[in-house]
């Protein structure tokens, strides 16, 4: 019995997870443009690959000593700010997107209390443009230790039927002073067919009968 317990197992994973696939984000941890870490930290409003305020204090890439998830660089943001990126695909019917992010506290005097770093995927736009929500989460980094970075997580699944237009991250500060982030990454699963989950099906019951003989 332990045999066909996995067997089936195998079986199981083998239908859910070779659909998974990495859906590329530019400049996913803010390595661009290059530049050098002088005096412990710098900075720039330039975001490749993203698209910022117009107000040059609002959003910029800076490179903290210490202070990364991934690589050198990371993104922060002012109060009310939003940072987003049209991913340049459109979403796909039965597929779970799910959005991680690296989400973190410079210290006490940038990331205070009330804290809200809130992340999400859009459909067609992002969140100031209008486009469809279709999940997001908001993580308080007040209470983490300084120069600290954990990751979160949102997921969304389509059905049949999908929201129009391309898929875009949303990166926002909607709580008090500043918002950090890095390493951001999105991933498409495909969630299998009843037909798929039939076979898994079929497979155990045809090895049960086989062990039974």
Not at 24 to 47: I, R, Y
Not at 72 to 99: C, F, I, K, R, W
Not at 136 to 164: C, H, K, N, R
Not at 173 to 196: F, K, Q
């Amino acid at each position: 019995m332990k045999i066909v317990l996995r067997t089936l197992a195998v079986l199981a994973l083998a239908c859910s997870s070779v659909f998974a696939d990495a859906v590329p984000v530019a400049n996913h941890s803010f390595e661009e443009p290059a530049m050098p870490l002088e005096s412990g930290a710098t900075w720039t409003n330039d975001l490749p690959g993203w698209n910022g305020p117009a107000n040059a204090g609002d959003s910029f890439i800076e490179l903290i000593g210490g202070f990364a998830a991934d690589g050198q660089g990371h993104l922060g943001m002012a109060a009310n700010a939003e940072v987003s990126q049209d991913l340049g695909v459109a979403l796909s019917p039965n597929t779970m997107y799910t959005l991680s992010v690296a989400v973190g506290r410079r210290n006490a005097s940038f990331t205070v209390e009330g804290n809200e770093s809130r992340f999400g995927l859009y459909a067609g736009g992002d969140a100031e443009d209008g486009g469809a929500l279709l999940v997001d989460g908001t993580y308080d980094a007040f209470p983490l230790q300084d120069s600290e970075f954990v990751d979160q997580s949102v997921s969304f699944t389509t059905g049949e039927a999908v929201p129009a237009g391309n898929l875009f991250v949303s990166l926002r500060s909607t709580g008090a002073n500043r918002a950090h982030w890095d390493n951001i990454r999105v991933d498409a699963t495909l969630v299998p067919e009843p037909s798929s989950l039939a076979l898994v099906a079929f497979g155990f019951l045809g090895l049960l009968a086989r062990r039974r003989k």
